[in-house]
C-alpha cells in the first residue's frame, strides 16, 4: 500500500544545516513534496521534485531523491529560529488527480 | 488573491453531536480535497471533488461523515454522529485544473469530548 515513513523530531544549532529524511513506497509517483507548518498556522507548500529529477535547489533548501531507494530528504542550509516548524513530506499519487500521502511530520526545533 | 479559508479554526463538541465545517477555496480551483491529521500521525486524505463532483472519496472514515460541494464552489463536511476518534486537524485544500500544485487552508481544529 501506499506509506510515507520520516523520523519525528529533529534538532539543530541555529546556523547548521538540518537535514530531514523521508521514505516512500508508491514507485508511481509523479511529484514528490515538502511541506511545512509553522505552530497555529496552516500548511505551506516548500518545495516539491518532479519524479525523474535527482535534486532540486532553491535557495536555502536543497531536495535531493533516490527514486531507485524511494528516499527523499531536504536540506535546510544556515537553518535559522525562523525554521522551527513542522515538515512533512508527501507524494503526489499518479492517477489520482494528485492526491497527496503524507508522512507525519518531522518536527524542526532550531536551538541557539 | 485571497487563500484557502476555513471555518471554525477550532470546535469543541461533545460525543453525539453534530459539527459542520467549511471550506472556502481560492477561487477558480475546481479540485477540492479533504484532509485529516489525528493526534500527530500523518495528514490522511480523505475525498476528492472536481467541482461539484466527488471523484474519490477513498478516505472517508464511515458514512458518518458527509461531504458536499453544491455549486462547486466552497465545500462543508459535516459529522453526524461525532464519536471521540473523530477528533484532529481538517485540512482543505485546492488545486487547478488537472490537479498540480494543492494549497492548504489553515484547518479545523475539532476536539470531540
Known amino acids: 500500500g501506499e506509506d510515507v515513513e520520516q523520523s519525528l523530531f529533529l534538532s539543530v544549532r541555529e546556523g547548521d544545516s538540518s537535514v530531514i529524511n523521508c521514505t516512500y513506497t508508491d514507485s508511481s509517483s509523479t511529484y514528490l513534496y515538502w511541506y511545512k507548518q509553522e505552530p497555529g498556522a496552516g500548511l505551506q507548500l516548500l518545495t516539491y521534485?518532479?519524479?525523474?529529477?535527482d535534486m532540486k535547489q532553491d535557495q536555502r533548501l536543497t531536495v535531493l531523491l533516490n527514486k531507485k531507494d524511494k528516499h527523499l530528504s531536504l536540506r535546510i542550509a544556515d537553518t535559522q529560529t525562523g525554521d522551527s516548524a513542522i515538515y512533512f513530506c508527501?507524494?503526489?499519487?499518479?492517477?489520482?488527480?494528485?492526491?497527496?500521502?503524507f508522512g507525519a511530520g518531522t518536527r524542526l526545533a532550531v536551538h541557539p | 488573491e485571497a487563500g484557502v479559508t476555513q471555518f471554525p479554526s477550532h470546535s469543541v463538541i461533545e460525543k453525539g453531536q453534530t459539527v459542520t465545517l467549511r471550506c472556502d477555496p481560492i477561487?477558480?480551483?475546481?479540485?477540492l480535497y479533504w484532509y485529516r491529521r489525528v493526534m500527530g500521525k500523518e495528514i490522511k486524505f480523505l475525498l476528492h471533488f472536481v467541482k461539484e463532483s466527488k471523484q474519490d472519496e477513498s478516505g472517508m472514515p464511515n458514512n458518518r461523515f458527509l461531504a458536499e460541494r453544491t455549486g462547486g464552489t466552497y465545500s462543508t463536511l459535516k459529522v453526524q454522529p461525532a464519536e471521540l476518534e473523530d477528533s484532529g486537524v481538517y485540512f482543505c485544500?485546492?488545486?487547478?485544473?488537472?490537479?498540480?500544485?494543492?494549497?492548504f487552508g489553515p484547518g479545523t481544529r475539532l476536539t470531540v469530548l
Open positions: 508527501a507524494e503526489g499519487i499518479s492517477g489520482g488527480y494528485n492526491k497527496l500521502i
Open positions: 485544500a485546492g488545486s487547478g485544473t488537472g490537479g498540480g500544485t494543492q494549497y
Open positions: 477561487s477558480g480551483h475546481d479540485n
Open positions: 521534485i518532479f519524479s525523474n529529477m
